[in-house]
């Protein structure tokens, strides 16, 4: 099997059921899904806690879920995982139980793992903004923007495991609540 095709070369490419150019919404989500699917995947290899590596290839097949959902001209039923963002909201729990406390902002950094995940989030947060202007990718939504915050909290996690510490934002005022002030 060739990998080449040369089908493209004209700028067209195929969804099933359909050829469209190269920029549209879809192709470009789908191109964003696939970037952010090569940073996790430099992040799981860097990556010094096994909770994380292992949540890192259930993310990574997720991602191929949505990404198989954008494939095709007349949507389908979706392959993602209906679990996928009560799992991502189980594991943000689980690993802010195990970072330090926070209570400003931080700045993006710390271990060569936590450095990538936080580039993760990043492009994770482009993903959102661009699947939001693809109709039928609406019901990704809420994976999407759970996976920003998991990046976010795994970071932390592999710096508490790389026992470096976040650095705070010096100018940022306590914006982080712990759930008993939250209370009173």
């Given at each position: ?69 954008l494939m095709y001209a007349v949507p389908k039923e979706s392959r993602l995982s209906k679990d996928a963002t009560?799992?991502l909201e189980r594991w943000i729990d689980a690993l802010t139980e195990l970072a330090p406390p926070i209570e ?81």
């Amino acid at each position: 099997m060739k990998i080449y095709t040369k089908s493209g070369d004209e700028g067209q490419t195929s969804l099933v059921g359909a050829r469209v150019p190269k920029t549209d919404h879809r192709i470009e989500a789908m191109g964003d899904l696939d970037e952010l699917n090569s940073f996790i995947g430099l992040a799981r290899s860097k990556a010094g806690s096994i909770e994380v590596k292992e949540q890192l290839i259930v993310i990574q097949h997720a991602l191929f879920d949505c990404g198989s959902d954008l494939m095709y001209a007349v949507p389908k039923e979706s392959r993602l995982s209906k679990d996928a963002t009560h799992d991502l909201e189980r594991w943000i729990d689980a690993l802010t139980e195990l970072a330090p406390p926070i209570e400003k902002f931080i700045l993006p950094g710390g271990t060569e793992a936590a450095s990538t995940l936080h580039v993760a989030r990043t492009v994770c947060r482009r993903v959102e903004r661009r699947l939001l202007r693809v109709e039928e990718a609406k019901h990704l939504i809420p994976f999407i923007n759970r996976l920003s915050d998991y990046f976010f909290t795994a970071a932390r996690y592999e710096n508490a495991v790389g026992h470096k510490a976040d650095i705070e934002y010096v100018r940022s005022a306590h914006v982080f609540k712990r759930k008993e002030e939250n209370n009173e």
